[in-house]
Every structure is written in C-alpha cells, then in structure tokens.
C-alpha cells in the first residue's frame, strides 16, 4: 500500500496535531488560548514563556509571535462575532491595537521586553468564548489547513523523492513524513532545511538511525517528535484493528476526508469523530480503547462460531475460538485425515477402534468443517475467475485504446 495524500493529512491533523500540539495532559485545547510556559507559574500573574513560545491556537498550533497577522485578524474575526452574538465581550475599539500587540508577542520578547507581563485580563476569556463557537472554530481550522497543506508541499512531497523513503516500509514512511513535518512547525521551515538537506543527500540508512540522527542533534525537539509518533502509535493500530471494530470504521470514514471542517460534521458523525478526537488526545488510553473494542469482537465472533459453524461465510483470516484461522483449521483437518488413512492402513486394530471413536465422538463438527471447506473452496474459485475475468476486460480495454491508460 503506498502512502497517499490522505494517509499524510490524517497524520499530520490527528498524530502530530491533536496528540502532540493541540492538546495538553489529556485534553484537548486546539479550540482556546495557550502558551507554554513555565511549571508552577501562572500565566495570569507572572508570564514565563518555555524557549521563544508566544500565544498559539490551532490543532496544529499556529504561534502568534511568529505570526502576528494571524493575531490581528482573529481579533478583527471576535470584534464583529462579539457585536452580533457577545456584545458584553466585545473590545473598546482604543483596546483592539494594544490588545493584537499584546497577542503578537514573542516569547523572548514577553521575557526580555516586557518582563513577563501577562496578558490584560479581558483578553483571554474572550478570545477562548469566541475560539469555542462555529465561527471561531472555523476560523481555527482554517488555519489548521493551511499550515498541513504548508508541510505537505514543503516537507511530504520532497521526503518522498528521497532514497530512504522509497525504500522504507509503509509505516517507517510514515514516520519518517511525521518526523519531519513536526520537526518543520517545531522550527519553521527555515529552520529544519538543514534537516531536509540531510534527508535528501541519503544520510540515513532507515528511520531508527534518523532518529538517532534527531537524538543527537536536535535533542530539544526529541521529545516533540516522539509525542507525534505516539499519535501515529494510534494510527497503526486503527488501520490494523478488524474490519468490524466501530473505531476502525469510523476511522475509515473520517479519512475519506480527514481535513474536514469539524464545524461542518453532524449526527451521527459528529459523536464518532469526537470519539476518535479523544483517542489522539490522550493515545495511551486511545490504544487501551481501541484493543478493547477488539476484544469484543473476537468475542462476538467466537458467538457466532457457536451459532453459525458454517466456515464459508467467514473470513477465512479471521480469527477463531482457538486464535487460529479458519485456513489454518482447515489445514490441521487435512493433517488429522492423513493420520487416520495412516492408522487405517496399518492394519493396528487397537488404534483403528480408538480412531473410531474419535470420528463417533466428533462427527458432527468435523462433517460441518468439510462442507465449509468444500464451499470456501468453490467461493475461492469463483473469486479467482472474477478477478481473471477483470484482468482480461482491462487488457482488452487497454488495446482498443492503443495499450494506453487513462
């Protein structure tokens, strides 16, 4: 399976954003106010940003220091929300510029130019109001899109020209186009190129050594890369859980379009996306959530093994009571049939009354598990002809065409 656009916007919005940038022990915050900022300290009294952080929004957060216009406009977005639906919360117009300043901040410059000012007091309670609305989220997510389309043209595209990529397996490439994205909204584009360079002059053997790579020389941005990756820890294990499990199926759903504007998404939809929100925000408890769901299933499917033994309606990968697959009981049958040719060829009377026995004992359930093969069999064949079938339209529709594909 190659890696498509799809797979890279689903990572990019749900791993690195929702798990690594727009939530916070647990909870989701892509829809308010945040900044990081010093342990122990409160922003409302004494604001010490961590490294040059400012204020930010955004499921993949978009940082107002380093991108005031965001700032300005958002305020001049809440000013006309406020009017028709907040009027209480709505800015003096002397307050709107001081205020857009304020938001626009550096981190070092909250630090070091303005001695850990935080921000005025009516300014956060506000913007957050506005930020929870269908208007602010809008305005969040159009933001949201623009910077993972950004690291797709800048980042996803390039990495995959790249010798390691096209060499790596499905899901080290996906590792590979998370690291490096999140290495590009931890540093900005400017500052990951070096790291874009380094890819495409083929300096890495495979991804661990990448990561190794991460480790020694930009080991302050280890631990932002590593909490993306546990986001795609999420990701593997959604598109591996069986096709009955209800998070992989709504899973499926959301990445037939996985930047969808989460405003625009109604009932019934509307739970099941929240409910795979949840499983990004905290991905400890989203892995726990997602192998129960497996469980379930195994147990539902054991239900009808007991109800429905009939095995050619089964998957025949699928597991059954003993774990195995049907192909694989199927194949210890055939084996305990060439044992009893064995023991009735022997001519050892004792063991043939003791075969017997065995055949009296289980009878019904071997005879079941031969009509199943037999009907499995026959559904294989008839899956085969289908596909030769089909290959033999598309090679005669490629010939009328003059061997050319569309």
């Known amino acids: 399976m190659a890696i498509s656009e799809k797979d890279f916007q689903a990572a990019a919005y749900f791993a690195i954003g929702l798990t690594s940038e727009g939530s916070l022990n647990g909870k989701e915050r892509a829809y308010e106010l945040t900044i990081a900022h010093q342990k122990g300290t409160n922003e409302a009294v004494r604001l010490v940003p961590i490294q040059n952080s400012g204020y930010a929004i955004g499921v993949i957060q978009t940082d107002f220091g380093q991108h005031p216009e965001v700032a300005k406009r958002m305020v001049h977005f809440f000013q006309d929300w406020a009017k028709a639906y907040r009027p209480d919360l709505r800015f003096d117009d002397k307050e709107v510029a001081p205020f857009i300043a304020q938001l626009s901040r550096t981190g070092n410059q909250v630090k070091l130019k303005y001695h850990n000012e935080p921000l005025n007091p009516k300014i956060k309670p506000a913007i957050n109001a506005f930020l929870a609305s269908p208007v602010g989220m809008a305005f969040v997510h159009a933001h949201d899109v623009k910077q993972i389309n950004q690291l797709q043209e800048l980042r996803f595209q390039p990495l995959t020209k790249t010798a390691l990529y096209q060499r790596s397996n499905d899901e080290d490439k996906l590792r590979l186009a998370v690291s490096l994205a999140k290495l590009a909204n931890v540093k900005g584009f400017r500052g990951s190129e070096k790291i874009m360079d380094a890819m495409k002059e083929n300096q890495f053997a495979s991804f661990s050594k990448f990561h190794e790579w991460i480790e020694d020389k930009y080991p302050k941005q280890l631990r932002d ?16 859980a069986h096709p009955n499990n209800p998070l992989r199926q709504y899973w499926e759903k959301i990445k037939q379009d996985p930047l969808a504007n989460p405003v625009h998404i109604k009932e019934p939809d509307k739970s099941h996306y929240k409910e795979i929100r949840e499983l990004f925000v905290n991905p400890q408890m989203g892995l726990r959530r997602i192998q129960q769901h497996e469980k ?12 429905e033994p009939n095995l050619a309606h089964r998957d025949s990968s699928a597991p059954t009571r003993d774990g195995n697959s049907v192909m694989e009981r199927l194949a210890r049958l055939t084996e305990k049939h060439a044992r009893l040719i064995e023991i009735y060829e022997s001519g050892n009377e004792e ?56």
């Open 225 to 240: 890369v590593d909490n993306a990756l546990k986001g795609l820890d999420v990701f593997f294990a959604l598109e591996k």
């Open 296 to 307: 379930t299933q195994t147990h539902s499917f054991l239900q009808q093994d007991k109800n």
């Open 351 to 406: 063991a043939i009354r003791a075969a017997n026995r065995e055949i009296i004992e289980n009878s019904p359930a071997v005879q079941k598990m031969i009509e199943g093969a037999k009907e499995l069999a026959t559904q294989e064949q008839q899956e085969q002809q289908a596909q030769q079938i089909a290959a033999m339209e598309m090679e005669a529709q490629q010939q009328s065409r003059g061997g050319r594909t569309r």
